[in-house]
């Protein structure tokens, strides 16, 4: 999810920015004066209660704005993110969002401060005033805003600044301008949300063939650590000559060639939406490795595929791949075959086994064609994307 605060006083341009914003980045627009003057249109408890209040400029009172913003994001359950407008305004407030956003297993991104002076304020809502038909647009009623604003909103920036979640824009630049720099940070941020992605499956289970094309779809760069190594082996490198002997044999290869490996590859990758690792972890000591090298990068793993594989299916597959030129070099005998299917079930399972118990593990059936097995992993990586914090 991608959840942005719009902050500023009134007349900064907040409304404005939305507008443009929703569209951009597909996220769901929470504008609690909006909300307030749909209400009072409507004659509602609600709307009635409030009424005097915005009518003064004053503030309305935490209770109804908590339970406006609870119903909306109860409404709306299934969205890539929100844009809020106008909310948070207190102190109270800023503990709302934090508790609401927590609720639904994400957090608040970013606060942007749209910044104008004063008289810059009160020249833009005289002027929005003509049109507006807003009862609270007039040059009294401006004036308690803005009092509103300096006294009790104005100091909750704090809050967000502890959080680092707040960014200050110049909202005395055009609009297309504040545009560009909001999509700026904003664009930023999203960099900053890698999806990391697991796929678990016994050798022959098209982990590899579905992962390479599950990540070119979704622009993730495929960390397939065999793959390297038989780079490594084809470039006859002497890291390449090590691993040869070591594959000959059925062996893993040492954890410490492959964190360089992996370590290489993340540090080079610039422009990827996130990883599909496969092939890694295979032990236990590697989940760990993993974890330890995600959380360097800021990130962590956020879904775990395991495609499942009948184990006649796997030698069949397997058999048939020795006799073809994709035949790796552990696949070249059944005997082979058989330690690496082995190797799986000994070492690699009990990965999958501890990964149930902290992170989401889906489990897919690999024995449908291939398009079918690529539409449900793409249904899955979708998914996860949504629920990207
Ligand atoms: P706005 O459209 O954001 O300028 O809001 C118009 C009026 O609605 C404000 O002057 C307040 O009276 C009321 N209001 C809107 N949002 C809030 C909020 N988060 N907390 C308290 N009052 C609000």
Do not use: C, W
């Amino acid at each position: 999810m991608l959840n942005i605060a719009l902050f500023g006083p009134p007349g900064a341009g907040k409304g404005t920015q939305s507008e443009y914003l929703i569209k951009k980045f597909k996220l769901f627009y929470i504008s609690t004066g909006d909300i307030l003057r749909k209400e009072l249109a409507n004659e509602t408890k609600l709307g009635l209660e409030a009424k005097s209040i915005i009518a003064e400029g004053g503030l309305v009172s935490d209770e109804i704005i908590v339970q406006i913003i609870e119903k909306t994001i109860k409404n709306n359950p299934d969205v890539n993110g929100f844009l809020f407008d106008g909310f948070p305004r207190t102190f109270v407030q800023a503990y709302i969002l934090e508790g609401l956003m927590i609720k639904l297993n994400t957090k608040l991104d970013l606060l942007i401060s749209i910044e104008v002076p004063e008289n810059e304020s009160v020249k833009r809502l005289l002027k929005r005033g003509k049109t507006s038909g807003r009862l609270d647009d007039n040059e009294e009623v401006i004036k308690n805003r803005l009092k509103e604003y300096n006294d009790k909103t104005l100091p909750i920036l704090n809050f967000f600044k502890e959080r680092k979640t707040y960014v200050s824009v110049n909202g005395m630049q055009s609009v297309e301008q504040v545009s560009t720099h909001i999509v700026q940070i904003t664009n930023n941020e999203l960099s900053k949300k890698l999806l990391n992605i697991v796929i678990f499956g016994y050798p022959g289970s098209g982990r590899g063939s579905l992962g390479k094309a599950i990540a070119e779809k979704y622009n993730l760069e495929f960390v397939a650590t065999g793959a390297m190594l038989d780079e490594e082996i084809k470039k006859n490198t002497s890291l390449g000559k090590e691993v040869k002997s070591l594959y000959e044999n059925g062996q893993l290869v040492p954890d410490e060639i492959v964190i360089r490996l992996i370590e290489k590859k993340i540090e080079s990758t610039k422009n990827a939406k996130g990883f599909i690792f496969k092939g890694y972890p295979r032990t236990l000591v590697q989940s760990y490795i993993l974890d330890g090298i995600l959380k360097k990068h800021g990130s962590s793993i956020n879904k775990i595929i395991e495609i499942n594989v009948d184990t006649l299916e796997l030698i069949k597959r397997l058999d048939k791949r020795s006799k073809t030129e994709h035949a790796m070099p552990y696949d070249s005998s059944t005997e082979r075959i058989v330690k690496r299917l082995q190797e799986h079930k000994t070492k690699t399972i009990p990965v999958i086994e501890k990964y149930k118990e902290i992170h989401e593990v889906v489990v897919i059936d690999g024995m449908n064609s291939f398009e079918r097995v690529f539409e449900e992993l793409s249904m899955e990586i979708n998914s996860s994307f949504k629920n990207l914090k």
